[in-house]
């Protein structure tokens, strides 16, 4: 008989859960961005997902550390450990140029910690040619960001969880989630590079249509829905993870019952 095949190593990857509050009147108080993954992907391709990516070996290297800001007061190595192949910064810099991958949007900030204000049209037309420059490889995300003079501001992202893909998949990663509000003045857009749809959604309803078959998703963002549509305002949310520290981790949490409170299937959400 043969012996079956090791296990895929999981690769570090890094997705932003970006979120704002609802408008007045809305039937839940927060709204999440999602994507959708272009169905030619070989990865979850036509999946439904938070902005995010693998973590690129220049995202860890010291030239992207000297360009972070943010974090002054915390260690990221006692947040969570760094893979094997990436320091635990380099998720934070990865989730930062993901996101403006994925949805036009730069957390940055000048170098006295200052964010910039891209509602000034100079300073958007700069994150677009960041950005372009960036899809085209010019050159590493760290040094495309110093060329503007800014650094990634970290300040804005709150680690939220931990996803590893099952043993059995033949691609896989060690992929950490980040929370983060959607900056006032930036506004995310659809890039179709790899994505085929970009909106904004209630969580709950998302959840809804998740488990209606509508909306095709890993456990990653069913949880992600799940865990948002507990909170009663985007203020709640960004209390309860004050620590900094993950609040689920893939399945253990599911076997577990770590949340006593909450059923992830049988919970009812607003309509």
């Not at 709204?31 to 959708?36: N, S």
């Not at 994925?102 to 509602?119: F, K, N, W, Y």
């Amino acid at each position: 008989m043969s012996s079956p095949l090791a296990p895929v190593e999981p690769k570090p990857a890094a997705s932003v859960v970006l979120v704002r509050t609802a408008s007045a009147g809305s039937p839940e108080p927060i709204e999440v961005y999602m994507i959708r993954r272009r169905r030619s992907m070989k990865f979850l391709g036509g999946y439904y997902a938070f902005p995010g990516g693998k973590v690129d070996p220049e995202d860890g290297s010291p030239a992207a550390v000297a360009r972070c800001r943010g974090l002054a007061s915390v260690d990221p190595e006692t947040i969570f450990p760094g893979h094997d192949t990436a320091p635990a910064l380099a998720f934070w810099v990865a989730a930062v140029r993901e996101l403006l991958e994925e949805s036009g949007i730069l957390l940055a900030c000048d170098a006295h910690g200052h964010p910039i204000d891209a509602r000034n049209p100079a300073v958007a037309a700069r994150i677009e040619r960041c950005r372009r420059a960036l899809m085209v490889a010019e050159a590493p995300f760290a040094e495309l960001v110093a060329r503007e003079g800014w650094y990634c501001d970290l300040s804005g992202l709150r680690y939220l969880s931990h996803f590893i893909t099952p043993r059995s998949s033949p691609i896989r990663f060690s992929a950490r989630f980040f929370l983060c509000r959607a900056p006032g003045d930036q506004a995310p857009r659809l890039f179709t590079e790899e994505t085929s749809e970009g909106f904004w959604i209630h969580p709950g309803h998302g959840y809804h249509r998740f488990l209606a078959d509508e909306m095709k998703m890993a456990e990653p963002a069913e949880y992600g829905l799940a865990w948002l549509a507990q909170f009663g305002s985007l203020e709640d949310l960004w209390t309860a993870h004050a620590d900094g520290r993950h609040k689920f981790h893939g399945i253990i949490d599911r076997i577990d019952a770590f949340w006593e409170h909450f059923d992830w299937k049988a919970n009812r959400f607003p309509s």
